[in-house]
Nanobody
Framework: EVQLVESGGGLVQPGGSLRLSCAASGFASSGYTMSWVRQAPAKGLEWVATISISYKTTYTDSVKGRFTISRDNAKNTLYLQMDSLEPEDTAVYYC???????WGQGTQVTVSS
């Protein structure tokens, strides 16, 4: 079946970096616009970034210049490189097939000193 499995989360100090991965299976993610969304402890889902089939990227304002979304079609994998992390970035991060609204189990990112 269609699956999205996020990984790469963890505990990092403010200013640190993490690289999240999303392994897709059951479909070719190369044919779809993909997104990262997140949910902070006391907040609802927040869109973070999107990458199109042609590699066009867009970001929410709060992560512009710090996060980079990318994709490796040969590996059927989506990535989110997160630099200069802030405590406000603490959340569960999910990847999603944008057109389907289908997303994975998420990976926890905690930014704390």
């Amino acid at each position: 079946e269609v699956q999205l499995v996020e990984s790469g989360g963890g505990l990092v100090q403010p200013g640190g970096s993490l690289r999240l991965s999303c392994a897709a299976s059951g479909f070719a993610s190369s044919g779809y616009t993909m997104s990262w969304v997140r949910q902070a402890p006391a907040k609802g889902l927040e869109w973070v970034a999107t990458i199109s089939i042609s590699y066009k990227t867009t970001y929410t304002d709060s992560v512009k210049g710090r996060f980079t979304i990318s994709r490796d079609n040969a590996k059927n994998t989506l990535y989110l490189q997160m630099d200069s992390l802030e405590p406000e970035d603490t959340a569960v991060y999910y990847c999603a097939v944008t057109v389907w609204g289908y997303w994975g189990q998420g990976t926890q990112v905690t930014v704390s000193s």
